[in-house]
């Protein structure tokens, strides 16, 4: 069970209730969508990252049930910002449901008693299911029994839809070691007496004393106290579970007894992704979460993880994900790589080699056959921008080397949700080619067309990979709610299916971890700005930055966007030896939740030969009395070369990973030890800046991780980076041509307020 917060910062709310009394709430009117913006930027932080993590994979319109709706708030804020959605609050107390039914009443709002482990609706009658931090009820409650959990999965998903989605925000078993060292402050307070002035050291004791679960049905909680090597600090060996256990529940004292009856961790997130891959579940994601203000104001220096060597461990995270699409009978639920090998002479890829004329410096290029094309429909509807996208298309690539861990630990099927996509041949015209991809590949007659949007152009990954992208916004007629599917152009057994999806909330589920595909985000910040919309409020880590005095010389101006035109490189050759890039064909298997193989399908990829199929990337930010500036840097690369004749890029620094970085926690320190040592400046704090992303599954597993880094701008003047006032950013979108830079440059702009 969670707890409102203090006043001091947001909390995750108790299930599906926001903890905010009625009052008049449910007599409030909200019109257009700028009303819906300004009702979603009222809401409280972690009520927004609720909303932010679990809508954007329902569908636009359908019928939803909110598990466990305790007070009838949470489903209350879901159905005032999505009118298109029938919204059902379930919840086993009666009371409960009758309060929900007088406070808060719209029309696409309803409420139900019912068990959530057992089956409330009929079979296949559902579009969605949430259960947001209600699960380890049903296991706390059924005497710590998993199985209870599972079984109401199974009626959860008889009650789905074939392309329904559930939804479980919950917690999580940490990964790691069994057994862990907790370092806790004994000094912070009392040593007995009421809990409220335990010190923490002091209230580990009385919660191992207490609390039972599946690890001590029977008795106390097994530890051992040890001197800690940390002044003011009490060590505990314990296992790593009860430790999770402990730091999650440590400040919510007010409510100490009642946290004692739950056990909030129950499975592992591989447990999750088996159980609901069994139940014919495709994993759209899996991901552990780590709230950054839980992490700021109650993680960080008030206790300490280590491995039993004594080596530091990340905090356990503070919430999981898991959004599973039901798939029809026999479907496929994720595609993974069973084996391959190195090309040296590949098929379907080309290969180039660019000499630099200065240096002699040779790079190395794969390209796809033709041209890339990515289309993103939208339409108007009582206010509210909606796009279309791809869900569930097979990107098998996104998969491949999964020796490699992300380090947010994310997870994914395979299937994913992009722009219409397609490659075209240079020759055919542009808006013809547009009409015929949006006629094969989503439907759509030339009548349904209202605008092709200009074509937009950027580079997905012009280190190693010679594409630029031609993108367009499309305004388009709304399909029908039975429009037929379109054509299995694909060598798997479907090719997902094109759904609406609210523009605002694509960014907000990008900005958590929610979505990956760079390219859709890129479209859908384009197409906001050009309909003048605001982009709602920010989801991820907030930016403090302090106010600094520029050195002598300091300079910054639009110029820095666009790089002095040169042509650094010599013609290509076709014929070179790959020592930095390694091209795989690997085998790409299909299956289905039973584990049987549906299709097995050779794919070519690029990765680094010798370093990860991970990136960090870093945004070099500042304040001054004159505003924010971010930093840029001018790169040489053949990819642009090859398209515009120059090979001069505006980027964000950006870096290739070691395979030993496994951890979202060690890139912190790693983008200030980057900076200081290629840009001569020192980083003061980094953010995490909104979630990971892909910028060209068809090609590489290149999963990205973008960084605000507030840099000291006293050797600034010296530094080869080029700044720009964020103003000049955001009024120039047209002149950044890095998919690197666009997906930062969007996300400052946007956590910034501008």
């Given at each position: 069970m969670e707890v409102p917060a203090p006043a001091a910062g947001p909390e995750l709310e108790t299930g599906g209730d926001g903890g905010a009394g009625a009052g008049g709430y449910g007599k409030q009117h909200r019109g257009g969508a700028a009303a819906y913006e300004a009702y979603f930027a009222g809401m409280d932080a972690s009520v927004q990252q609720k909303i932010a993590?679990?809508?954007?994979?329902?569908p636009a319109r359908g019928r939803i049930a909110d598990m466990g709706s305790g007070s009838g708030r949470g489903t209350y804020d879901l159905a005032c910002l999505y009118g298109g959605l029938e919204l059902v609050g379930v919840d086993i107390n009666p009371v409960s449901v009758r309060m929900s039914e007088a406070h808060y009443r719209r029309p696409n709002l309803s409420y139900a008693v019912g068990d959530i482990a057992d089956q409330v609706f009929p079979d296949e009658s559902l579009d969605g299911i949430l259960d947001s931090s209600v699960l380890h009820h049903v296991s706390s409650f059924n005497g710590f029994d998993v199985g209870r959990v599972l079984a109401a999965l199974d009626n959860q998903v008889a009650q789905l839809k074939t392309g329904g989605v559930i939804i479980v925000r919950d917690f999580v078993v940490p990964e790691g070691p069994e057994e862990v060292f907790l370092d806790l402050p004994s000094g912070d307070g009392m040593q007995e007496g009421d809990v409220a002035g335990l010190s923490t050291a002091a209230l580990f004791e009385r919660f191992a004393r207490d609390w039972r679960s599946s690890l001590n049905r029977g008795g106390p909680l097994p530890h051992e106290r040890l001197e800690s090597p940390r002044e003011g600090f009490a060590r505990y060996r314990v296992a790593s579970r009860a430790a999770a256990e402990f730091v999650l529940r440590k400040d919510y004292r007010a409510d100490w007894d009642t946290e004692l009856l739950e056990e909030y961790t129950y499975l592992s997130q591989a447990e999750f992704e088996a159980a609901f891959r069994a139940r014919g579940l495709r994993v759209v994601v899996s991901a552990p979460i780590w709230n950054p203000w839980i992490v700021a104001n109650?993680?960080?220096?008030?206790?300490?993880?280590?491995?039993?060597?004594?080596r530091p461990l990340p905090p356990p995270p503070t919430n999981y994900l898991i959004v599973g699409e039901k798939v029809r009978p026999g479907g496929g639920v994720e595609l993974v790589e069973t084996g391959g090998s190195d090309r040296s002479a590949p098929g379907f890829l080309g290969l180039t080699w660019h000499r630099e004329t200065r240096t002699g410096h040779v790079m190395e290029l794969v390209e796809r056959p033709n041209l890339t094309v990515d289309l993103v429909p939208w339409f108007e509807e009582n206010g509210q921008l909606f796009v279309y996208a791809k869900k569930g298309f097979p990107r098998p690539i996104a998969n491949a080397r999964a020796e490699q861990p992300r380090p947010s630990r994310s997870s994914i099927s395979g299937y994913i949700t992009e722009p219409l996509s397609a490659i075209v041949v240079p020759d055919e015209a542009p808006d013809a080619a547009?009409?015929?991809?949006?006629?094969e590949r989503a439907g759509f007659a030339p009548g349904d067309v209202v605008r092709l949007g200009e074509p937009f152009h950027y580079f997905t990954s012009p280190g190693g990979v010679n594409e630029r992208v031609a993108a367009r916004l499309v305004q388009v007629r709304p399909r029908p709610a039975d429009a037929p599917p379109f054509s299995n152009y694909t060598s798997f057994c479907e090719a997902g299916t094109v759904r609406e999806l609210d523009a605002a909330q694509v960014l907000r589920a990008c900005h958590v971890g929610g979505m990956f595909d760079a390219r859709l985000e890129i479209s859908v910040y384009r197409l906001l700005r050009e309909r003048g919309r605001g982009l709602g409020p920010w989801i991820?880590?907030?930016?403090?930055?302090?106010?600094?005095?520029?050195?002598?010389g300091f300079a910054a101006g639009a110029a820095a966007l666009v790089p002095e035109r040169r042509a650094a490189f010599d013609a290509p050759s076709t014929d070179g030896t790959l020592r930095f890039l390694a091209v795989r064909?690997?085998?790409f298997a299909e299956r289905d939740g039973a584990g049987n193989v549906l299709a097995t399908v050779p794919f070519e990829y690029v990765v680094p030969r010798r370093l990860s199929v991970n990136t960090l990337v870093a945004l070099p930010v500042a304040r001054t009395a004159d505003g924010v500036f971010v930093g840029v840097e001018h790169r040489d690369l053949p990819a642009v070369q090859h398209?515009?004749?120059?090979?001069?890029?505006?980027a964000p620094p950006a870096w290739r990973l070691p395979p030993t970085v496994a951890h979202r926690w060690e890139l912190g320190p790693l983008?200030?030890?980057?900076?200081?040592?290629?840009?001569?400046l020192r980083v003061r704090r980094?953010?995490?800046?909104?979630?990971?992303?892909?910028?060209?599954?068809?090609?590489?597993?290149?999963?990205?991780?973008?960084f605000a880094a507030e840099v000291d701008l006293a050797a600034a003047a010296e530094s080869p980076l080029r700044f720009v006032h964020v103003d000049d950013l955001a009024a120039n979108p047209g002149a950044i041509e890095s998919a690197n830079l666009l997906i930062a440059a969007n996300r400052l702009i946007h956590a910034l307020g501008r």
């Open positions: 993590l679990t809508t954007a994979h329902f109650r993680f960080e220096g008030r206790f300490h993880l280590s491995d039993l060597d004594g547009a009409l015929r991809i949006l006629a991820g880590a907030a930016l403090d930055l302090e106010v600094q005095t520029p050195p002598p064909e690997g085998i398209f515009t004749g120059s090979s001069a890029l505006a983008v200030a030890e980057a900076v200081a040592r290629e840009f001569g980094s953010w995490e800046l909104g979630g990971p992303y892909l910028a060209t599954p068809g090609v590489t597993p290149e999963t990205l991780y973008p």
